[in-house]
Structures are given as C-alpha cells and as structure tokens.
C-alpha cells in the first residue's frame, strides 16, 4: 500500500512563503510522475506542478516563477516551495504520484494552505 504524507500547509499573508513536503513510503524514482494538484470547494482539482522520474519539470501558468518543485531522492520526498503567494493560492494541497506500471494513481491526503490578504 502506497502512502503519500503531506505537511507544510498552514496560514500565511499574502507575499508571504511556505514549503510543502511529501514523503513517500516507498522510492520516489518507482513512479513515473510525482506532483502537487490543489483543490477548491466547487472546483475541478488543478494541477500546481510536477516531476518526472528523469527530472523534467511542469507548471500551470499561474504559479510559474512562484513556485519550484523539487525532490529529495535519499528521503523519499517531494518539495513545493511557494514564495509570493497570493490568496487565490488558498486551497487544499494534495500530492500525487503516478505509476503507470499498474496504472495508478495514488493521493495524499491534502493539506489546507490559506493565504490571507
């Protein structure tokens, strides 16, 4: 059983920074795609940003030059650190992560990032 543990979230102003971490139970290079997507009440989950095993980077538009994913191979982690956050930033911040060896996709289960004006 795959477990993906999201931490990091919290309250902050806005212009303000967080980092969110996810740590994964087994090697992070055994997935294919690891990301961070985010969730708000009403809305679609929308991807934030992702890695690939071989290191290749993606970003949604609104976040890019804000935000930098990155990855820690020897602890199984995966970083979003948000700097300039803005209050549409708010919103439930879930980690993913894709194997497409057995066709899954496995979730965390989401950490709440509120930015205040």
């Known amino acids: 059983q795959v477990q993906l543990v999201e931490s990091g979230g919290g309250l902050v102003q806005a212009g303000g920074s967080l980092r969110l971490s996810c740590a994964a139970s087994?090697?992070?290079?055994?997935?294919?795609?690891m990301g961070w997507h985010r969730q708000v009440p009403g809305k679609q989950r929308e991807m934030v940003a992702t890695?690939?095993?071989?290191?290749?980077?993606n970003y949604a538009d609104s976040v890019k030059g804000r935000f930098t994913i990155s990855r820690d191979n020897a602890k199984n982690t995966v970083y979003l650190q948000m700097n300039s956050l803005k209050p549409l930033d708010s919103a439930v911040y879930y980690c993913?992560?894709?194997?497409?060896?057995?066709?899954?996709?496995?979730w965390g289960q989401g950490t709440q990032v509120t930015v205040s004006s």
């Open positions: 993913g992560a894709l194997d497409r060896k057995v066709a899954s996709t496995y």
């Open positions: 087994r090697s992070i290079f055994s997935f294919d795609v």
């Open positions: 890695i690939a095993n071989g290191g290749n980077t």
